[in-house]
């Protein structure tokens, strides 16, 4: 494995978050490749890490000012042996291509634990729609689009939102694919109920995740009712958490942007998540906002150095909801000396490998993001079934298919862990699940 690994590093200098989920894979699956010397003759750890296709291409678009502005975008469609591609867009100015080719990589062991006939991929763009004007986002995706409509569709590559692609986003993208291809086709999910979307998309990451805590939790033979909660962000994963949260009796205490966080020791009922998807949704402002509606709440800046403060409130269980390794080792530290004993990953990769490392040690109940964020593609997965049917589902549907979804996710990891010695370890247990799955399809299809 080490001469896979080194291999794999040779030529993807310079990608850190890449080479750190693929060596964090490696470590878990290492005993499978033992046990299956197929998989070792067939190096298929090796080409699961290598990309089938990656697609860059300059986007160009002009501001409302008239001015010729110009981002890079990206599809990294990394394994389509399971079914067709399948991953979000993000628009942020930290994309690029080390960024993407990780979340396509773990977007392939997500998607294979779904249960549904879905490959991996991710895409999106530097561009930042933050203080963009509508026109402006507008103009972005449909020259983005006039690219990428190309190399994807309905049975070669589905993408979805991720940050800074939402309703609008894409609304604005599945239109201009509509115009270029004279097709309505489920070429997007993602998108609003009355045009061909799913019920709780929206929602799905968040509720997943939270359903995935409560698997977890039944069993040590507890619940979330009255459990404080740690959420951070405040986007679309970080709300749907929250609202979860409540609706199982759990009480939350922060929420965050990258300004910094706010707690309230009061908890973060309906009213106040209410205006923080207004504050959000709406008004596109910033968290430090809430101490202002809610005084009995505090607003933390955020901190310049690796340790983040809103880790060091003292909780029960933590939701990372904002973006990759937001839990260091010192945050970690933090968590499980404040007696938290559950933390459940809405973002990808939210902590560092020492973090993980810390919270496995310590046998907490660890839920990695490619096991408990699995909620938001399973929806998606969920509305290509019904895009193709021609026929919607209820949100009662959609929601009981998601918690079934979710809870055979829970089982799967759990199982895996158990065979290779590891249980309870749902690191060990998502990866190998995953994994196996994945390395099964490549070998019945051969060497393509």
């Known amino acids: 494995m080490e001469g896979a690994l080194e291999a794999i590093r040779s030529k993807n200098r310079g990608e850190p978050e890449f080479l750190q989920a693929v060596e964090q894979v490696a470590v878990s699956v290492a005993p499978v490749l033992e046990r299956h010397p197929a998989y070792r003759q067939a190096r298929i750890f090796e080409r699961l890490a290598e990309p089938e296709r990656v697609i860059i291409f300059r986007t160009n678009w002009v501001d409302d000012a008239g001015e010729v502005r110009f981002n890079r975008g990206f599809r990294v469609q990394m394994n389509s042996a399971i079914g067709p591609y399948k991953g979000g867009l993000r628009f942020h100015p930290t994309v690029d291509l080390g960024v993407l080719k990780f979340l396509a990589f ?26 963009k004007s509508d026109a402006e986002v507008r103009r972005f995706c449909q020259s983005l689009m006039t690219e990428l409509y190309r190399h994807i569709g309905q049975f070669t590559d589905v993408p979805a939102g991720d940050i800074g692609v939402g309703g609008r986003e894409i609304g604005f993208l599945f239109g201009q694919h509509k115009r270029i291809t004279n097709q309505f086709t489920g070429v997007m999910t993602g998108k609003e109920p009355n045009w061909g979307g799913s019920f709780i998309r929206t929602e799905a990451t968040g509720y997943g995740i939270v359903y995935f805590a409560a698997e977890m939790l039944a069993t040590r033979d507890d619940d979330l009712a009255g459990k404080r909660c740690l959420v951070s962000g405040a986007g679309n994963v970080a709300q749907y958490t929250v609202e979860k949260l409540l609706d199982l009796g759990a009480v939350p205490l922060t929420m965050s942007d990258s ?17 923080v998807m207004d504050l959000k949704n709406v008004r596109r402002g910033r968290i430090r906002e809430y101490v202002t509606q809610f005084p009995g709440a505090t607003y933390v800046p955020a901190a310049p150095d690796s340790e983040n403060p809103l880790w060091d409130v003292p909780a029960d269980c933590a939701f990372p909801c904002a973006t990759q390794n937001e839990i260091s080792a010192k945050d970690a530290a933090n968590l499980l000396r404040n007696g938290v004993t559950a933390v459940v990953e809405g973002a990808n990769m939210p902590a560092t490998p020492d973090g993980v490392a810390q919270f496995v040690e310590a046998g907490i109940l660890y839920g990695p993001a490619k096991a408990a964020n699995a909620g938001g593609v399973a929806v998606s997965g969920l509305e290509m079934a019904q895009d193709s049917g021609r026929v919607p589902w209820t949100a009662e549907q959609v929601d009981e298919r998601l918690r079934s979804i979710m809870r055979d996710i829970h089982g799967q990891a759990r199982r895996a862990a158990a065979e290779y010695g590891q249980s309870g370890n749902y690191v060990v247990g998502a990866n190998v699940a995953g994994f196996v799955k994945v390395a099964d399809a490549m070998l019945d299809e051969g060497t393509i």
Do not use: C, M, Y
């Open 106 to 131: 773990e977007q392939v062991l997500k998607n294979a634990l779904t249960t549904l006939p879905l490959g991996g991929a991710k895409g999106g763009s530097d561009f930042d729609p933050k203080g």
């Open 259 to 275: 300004d910094g966080f706010v707690v309230d020791p009061a908890g973060i009922d309906r009213e106040k998540l209410a205006w």
